[in-house]
């Protein structure tokens, strides 16, 4: 099993941002691609960014190019998520994930974190 925690959730004013860290254990963490996805109130889990195994390669969905940077470090066995400009809109449960495969769909990722609040206020 890959456990995942999730830290830096928070309460911030719009334009403001946070930097979301997932820690993994228990399992070889350079193994595994990382994603990010997000869920708002009453919203279905929506995919937000994906980093390869390596770090090299990194894609993110529309809504938050550009403003949303995904990075890991294997030594650490710790992705994060840097979050800049933020909206309203992007007030949700984060979670972070890991697969095998390369993948925007949830359901590909075998191990979730429990997720961290993000509130952007406007």
């Known amino acids: 099993q890959l456990q995942l925690v999730e830290s830096g959730g928070g309460f911030v004013q719009a334009g403001g941002s946070l930097r979301l860290s997932c820690a993994a254990s228990g399992r070889t963490f350079s193994n595994y691609r990382m994603g990010w996805f997000r869920q708002a109130p009453g919203k279905e889990r929506e995919f937000a960014g994906y980093?390869?195994?390596?770090?090299?390669?990194?894609f993110y969905r529309d809504s938050v190019k550009g403003r949303f940077t995904i990075s890991r470090d294997n030594a650490k066995n710790t992705v994060y998520l840097q979050m800049n400009s933020l909206k309203p809109e992007d007030t949700a449960v984060y979670y972070c994930?890991?697969?095998?495969?390369?993948?925007?769909?949830?359901?590909?990722?075998?191990?979730w974190g429990q997720g961290t609040q993000v509130t952007v206020s406007s």
């Open positions: 994930a890991a697969s095998v495969v390369v993948s925007t769909d949830p359901k590909n990722f075998d191990y």
């Open positions: 980093i390869s195994r390596s770090g090299t390669s990194t």
